[in-house]
Antibody, heavy 116, light 107 residues
Framework: QVQLQQWGAGLLKPSETLSLTCAVFGGSFSGYYWSWIRQTPGKGLEWIGEINQSGNTNYNPSLKSRVTMSLDTSKNQFSLKLSSVTAADAAVYYC??????????WGQGTVVTVSS | DIQMTQSPSSLSASVGDRVTITCRASQNIAGYLNWYLQKPGKAPKLLIYSTSSLQSGVPSRFSGSGYGTDFTLTINSLQPDDFATYYCHQGFTTPRTFGQGTRVDLK
């Protein structure tokens, strides 16, 4: 059964860079789209972006200037970096695997807090 | 961005009830509409993709319909495990967007 396991720093100071990694266990890494999605009580579920196996990316325009997604196919991992975080970036961050039109398998989520 | 609007925002129901949740897109998304279920503290779980296709392992009491801008999720004979929050999601274009959620709780 395919599982996604994600990790990264959960407490950041304003202006720091959020860095999260997601690993795939028990399934193929190729042929899928890999997404990052975040959730807050106020804004609900927000799509951050996606990357495919060729490394092609689509980012949410609202975050595009600060987001970088990458793949490490040798490790079956993909990563998210979000620079210059503020309190507005505090959220639960999820990684997900799926087809181009829908994420079907999600990671367990990482709570990210931004505080000075 | 395409806005996804769900109704109702919450509803109370009993075990065995038939429940219907609607989702409206701010523009035509063809059939690229997906439904997720989320329980507190857990990640969303895919229920239905492409409007009406049931994800593997999802019980047949869940069904979806619609096209274009108006979509429906129906739960026939609500079970105790179904009390959760449901989200619609459009995969038609980027940025992908979600509805605000519909919370289903016990009457």
């Amino acid at each position: 059964q395919v599982q996604l396991q994600q990790w990264g720093a959960g407490l950041l100071k304003p202006s720091e860079t959020l860095s999260l990694t997601c690993a795939v266990f028990g399934g193929s890494f190729s042929g899928y789209y890999w997404s990052w999605i975040r959730q807050t009580p106020g804004k609900g579920l927000e799509w951050i972006g996606e990357i495919n196996q060729s490394g092609n990316t689509n980012y949410n325009p609202s975050l595009k200037s600060r987001v970088t997604m990458s793949l490490d196919t040798s490790k079956n991992q993909f990563s998210l970096k979000l620079s210059s975080v503020t309190a507005a970036d505090a959220a639960v961050y999820y990684c997900a695997r799926g087809g181009v039109y829908y994420p079907s398998i999600w990671g367990q989520g990482t709570v990210v807090t931004v505080s000075s | 961005d395409i806005q996804m609007t769900q109704s109702p925002s919450s509803l109370s129901a009993s075990v065995g009830d038939r429940v219907t949740i609607t989702c409206r897109a701010s523009q035509n998304i063809a059939g690229y509409l997906n439904w997720y279920l989320q329980k507190p503290g857990k990640a969303p779980k895919l229920l239905i993709y492409s409007t009406s296709s049931l994800q593997s392992g999802v019980p047949s009491r869940f069904s979806g319909s619609g096209y274009g801008t108006d979509f429906t999720l129906t739960i026939n004979s609500l079970q105790p495990d179904d009390f959760a929050t449901y989200y619609c999601h459009q995969g038609f274009t980027t940025p992908r967007t979600f509805g605000q959620g519909t919370r289903v709780d016990l009457k």
